[in-house]
Every structure is written in C-alpha cells, then in structure tokens.
C-alpha cells in the first residue's frame, strides 16, 4: 500500500479539494479523513460519494490522508510513515510565511526526497507577480520539490467533493502525479 499524505499549514489551499482529486485519478484509492472539520466524510454523506474509511480497514492500493489546517503533532510523529507528502499551496505571501513550520518538519524528518509542493489555484493566463512568488518559494525553500505542474482555478476541482473528476482538472492532476517520487 502506499500512503500520501496532503498537508498544509494553512486553511483553504486545497488539501481536500486535491485528496478527492487524487482518489478520483489513481482510481485504486481510498481517503483518511483526519481532519476534525470532516469536510470529505460529510460531503461524502450527501453526496454519495465514496466514504474515508478508517486506516484499519484499508483495502486499496493508495491511501490518501487529509488533514486539518494546522500544526497537529500526531501527524508530525507519523511522518516518516508516508511514501508521499503532497503540500497544496496558493501563490501568495502569507502561503510561503506559512510553509515554514512544515518545511522544518520535512527537514527533521529528512523526507524531502519524498515530497512535493503545488500551485493551487493558479489563474491563466500566468503572470509576473506569480513567477515572482514561484522564485521566492524557490530562494526560501531550496530543498522541497515544487511540481511543474500548475493546477488551474477549475470549475471540476471545484465540484470534486460532489462528483466525480473529470477532463481538464483530470488531465492537470494524472500530470501531477507522474511528478510523484514513488514514480522514479
Ligand atoms: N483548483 C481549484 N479550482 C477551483 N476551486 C478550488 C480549487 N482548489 C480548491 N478550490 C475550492 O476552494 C475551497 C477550499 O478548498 P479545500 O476545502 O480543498 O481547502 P482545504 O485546504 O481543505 O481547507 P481547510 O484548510 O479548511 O481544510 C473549496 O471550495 C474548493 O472547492
Ligand atoms: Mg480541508
């Protein structure tokens, strides 16, 4: 089983989004909802979309943990379990202050060649103030890996919670995922 863990120090930039993204295109996926707003498990209950379930009765080949926007030292303890750390990310200043706290843990925990940082959210057409962000995540945090891939500002990531992933935003993350390390 290989397990993927989506992070972020932040609220709001896209770790549920991208966990229901990531079920939806590995296909063989299961979600952890370890997130005390529950957003995937009470989506799931009105939507009728797939459950989290509990890791214990795991039975897919990819498990895919979504957690809440904060420190939490549960899953810091757990880290060094996971083969892939997933960090969505806005382009934005207060999203790279905010990284920090989790760039240190990747740190300590000597997991950069297992993770990787994504733009969310990102409006076309690309402009300098984003390029300009991209190269200041770069200088502040030279170790991490950040995805050539660019998700886009979607109206099927935006729905992903109530149906199935489907064209463009499909396409965008089965391109992100070939960028996982599990794939070297
Ligand atoms: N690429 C995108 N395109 C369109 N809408 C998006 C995209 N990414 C996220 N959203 C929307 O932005 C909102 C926040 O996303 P989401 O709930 O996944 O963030 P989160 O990091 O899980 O938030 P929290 O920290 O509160 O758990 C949601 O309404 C989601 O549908
Ligand atoms: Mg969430």
């Not at 897919?60 to 880290?79: E, F, G, N």
């Amino acid at each position: 089983m290989i397990k993927i863990l989506v992070i972020s120090s932040k609220g709001g930039t896209g770790k549920s989004m991208l966990s229901a993204a990531l079920r939806d295109a590995l296909g063989d996926a299961q979600i952890v909802d370890l997130d005390p707003q529950r957003t995937l498990t009470i989506s799931a209950q009105e939507s009728g979309r797939p459950l989290p379930i509990d890791p214990s009765q795991a039975s897919a080949r990819y498990l895919i943990y979504d957690t809440p926007p904060y420190h939490d030292d549960s899953i810091k303890a757990q880290i060094k379990s996971f083969d892939q750390i997933v960090i969505p990310v806005k382009s934005g200043l207060s999203d790279l202050i905010a990284l920090k706290g989790i760039y240190d843990d990747i740190e300590d925990a000597k997991m950069f060649d297992k993770a990787i940082l994504v733009f969310n959210e990102v409006r076309k057409p690309i402009n300098n103030t984003h390029k300009e962000i991209v190269n200041l995540f770069k200088h502040s945090y030279p170790l991490i890996k950040i995805a050539n891939t660019q998700l886009s500002s979607l109206l099927g990531f935006n729905r992903v919670l109530a149906e199935p992933l489907s064209g463009k935003s499909l396409e965008q993350i089965k391109e992100f995922i070939k960028e996982f390390s599990f794939n070297d």
